[in-house]
């Protein structure tokens, strides 16, 4: 079994702060974790992933396997960046995501001014 | 990018009813789509797998008799809440996957349906 667990169901930074939203998961095989953003009345979509290893709108996670976690942090936050952000993990078999997600429950994060 | 269209966006409807929703891949091929539910102020739970010109594949507790899904081409996916009831009233949510899927495309999402029972 798959899961997802975001600990912090609200979270609130100032502007230019740092903020860390966190992920743990738990799964046998080989994860491949995700960062979703739901900015306000709008769809969810992709922020990163963590084959691509990138940075997408300065926020960053690294996958580490041994505590189990995929934390998302951002140096400096941004009043753009308040949202809802889930963490979400597909199953992987020979290097081929089996794409079924399992999200975690949702940070919804604030940003003040 | 790739965008995925659902309809509609919210219905109301009386108990007993079927309600139909659809999801469309507007720019790119999908052989894999995925139905999700939401309950107020929690996650997104996947109901079940949607595979074009196959029958789909269902999570554990989902009534497959209660929630039609067809994959009938490579960019629509329906989701039909048959004899839909109150306690089926839910924010319904598709994703897309694309073509070919051993990519490890990532899925797209739709605005999502929000269905109302009376």
């Known amino acids: 079994a798959q899961r997802v667990t975001q600990p912090e169901k609200l979270l609130s930074v100032f502007k230019g702060a740092p903020v860390e939203l966190k992920c743990n998961y738990s799964?046998?095989?080989?994860?491949?974790l995700f960062w979703y953003v739901q900015y306000s009345r709008q769809r969810l979509q992709l922020l990163l992933r963590?084959?691509s290893r990138e940075s997408i709108k300065g926020f960053t996670a690294d996958l580490n396997k041994g505590e189990t976690s995929f934390h998302l942090k951002k140096p400096f936050a941004q009043e753009e960046d308040s949202a809802m952000y889930y963490c979400?993990?597909?199953?992987?078999?020979?290097?081929?995501?089996?794409?079924?997600?399992?999200f975690g429950q949702g940070t919804i994060l604030t940003v003040h001014p | 990018g790739a965008v995925v269209s659902q309809h509609p966006s919210r219905v109301i409807c009386k108990s007993g009813t079927s309600v139909k929703i659809e999801c469309r891949s507007l720019?790119?091929?999908?052989?894999?789509m995925f139905w999700y539910r939401q309950f107020p102020k929690k996650s997104l739970m996947l109901m079940a797998t949607?595979?074009?010109?196959?029958?789909?594949?269902?999570e554990q507790g989902v009534e497959k008799d209660k929630f039609l899904i067809n994959h009938a081409s490579l960019t629509l996916s329906t989701l039909t809440v048959t004899s839909a009831h109150p306690e089926d009233s839910s924010f319904y949510i598709c994703?897309?996957?694309?073509?070919?899927?051993?990519?490890?495309?990532?899925?797209?999402f739709g605005d999502g349906t929000r269905l109302s029972i009376l």
């Open positions: 994703s897309a996957r694309e073509f070919p899927n051993h990519s490890n495309q990532p899925q797209h």
């Open positions: 979400a993990l597909s199953g992987r078999a020979g290097g081929t995501s089996y794409g079924k997600l399992t």
């Open positions: 720019d790119f091929q999908a052989t894999t």
């Open positions: 963590h084959i």
């Open positions: 949607s595979n074009e010109g196959s029958k789909a594949t269902y």
């Open positions: 799964y046998s095989g080989s994860p491949e």
